[in-house]
């Protein structure tokens, strides 16, 4: 991509949302390995603020002052030990540090949505949000029923707007999606 071939020599690819992220990472800090993953370590600082946020909402301020110490921790702690143990961090080329920040907005957006069912913009969101997930690693799939499901449990939720809901949801997911998927079946 970085020479003008496009990811994957411009053929399908399954998963494109990280070698994409990777391709501006090289961009915006050259061709250092070392530069690249201090960047993207920079970026993936958002986490340990993501959960404190959902601790914060679920319990208080406290509590999400202290998970995010952890993470913090954790953090450090990874970055440390990648020559001992096989542990997926901020550091290191893998999609599983950024599978955990979207699956970390998905949750929270969803929290906040809980809160406010009838902000119809959060559902487009965190609709928007998965698709993206879809494109970094299949597995966040799991959470497919239950985001789907979720307006029709939702006490709060006039009858109508349920299903409104679960179109804008459809409609986030298929947004993010269908552009890129149209470019590959061109």
């Given at each position: 991509?970085?020479?003008?071939?496009g990811?994957?020599?411009?053929?399908a690819?399954?998963?494109?949302?990280?070698?994409?992220?990777l391709?501006?990472?090289?961009?915006?800090?050259?061709?250092?390995?070392?530069?690249?993953?201090?960047?993207?370590?920079?970026?993936?600082?958002?986490?340990?603020?993501?959960l404190?946020?959902?601790?914060?909402?679920?319990?208080?301020r406290?509590?999400?002052?202290?998970?995010?110490?952890?993470?913090i921790?954790?953090?450090i702690?990874g970055?440390?030990?990648?020559?001992l143990?096989?542990?997926?961090?901020?550091?290191?080329?893998?999609?599983?540090?950024?599978?955990?920040?979207?699956?970390?907005?998905?949750?929270?957006?969803t929290?906040?949505?809980?809160?406010?069912?009838?902000?119809?913009?959060?559902?487009?969101?965190?609709?928007?949000?998965?698709?993206?997930?879809?494109?970094?690693?299949?597995?966040?799939?799991?959470?497919?029923?239950?985001?789907?499901l979720?307006?029709?449990?939702?006490?709060?939720?006039?009858?109508?707007?349920?299903l409104?809901?679960?179109?804008?949801?459809?409609?986030?997911?298929?947004?993010f999606?269908?552009?890129?998927?149209?470019?590959n079946?061109?």
């Amino acid at each position: 991509a970085l020479i003008g071939q496009g990811l994957n020599n411009g053929k399908a690819y399954n998963r494109p949302a990280y070698p994409a992220f990777l391709v501006y990472i090289h961009i915006l800090s050259g061709q250092s390995y070392a530069n690249n993953m201090g960047l993207q370590a920079a970026i993936f600082a958002i986490f340990p603020a993501l959960l404190y946020l959902l601790s914060k909402l679920l319990s208080n301020r406290s509590t999400g002052i202290a998970v995010a110490t952890i993470i913090i921790f954790r953090g450090i702690n990874g970055v440390a030990a990648t020559n001992l143990i096989n542990l997926a961090n901020q550091k290191q080329m893998l999609t599983g540090f950024p599978t955990a920040i979207l699956v970390g907005l998905i949750l929270l957006i969803t929290l906040v949505w809980l809160r406010r069912p009838n902000t119809v913009a959060l559902a487009v969101l965190m609709g928007g949000i998965f698709g993206l997930g879809i494109y970094l690693r299949q597995t966040i799939l799991g959470f497919f029923p239950v985001i789907l499901l979720l307006p029709f449990f939702v006490s709060k939720l006039k009858k109508q707007r349920r299903l409104i809901v679960f179109t804008l949801l459809l409609l986030g997911i298929i947004t993010f999606g269908v552009p890129y998927e149209a470019k590959n079946y061109i």
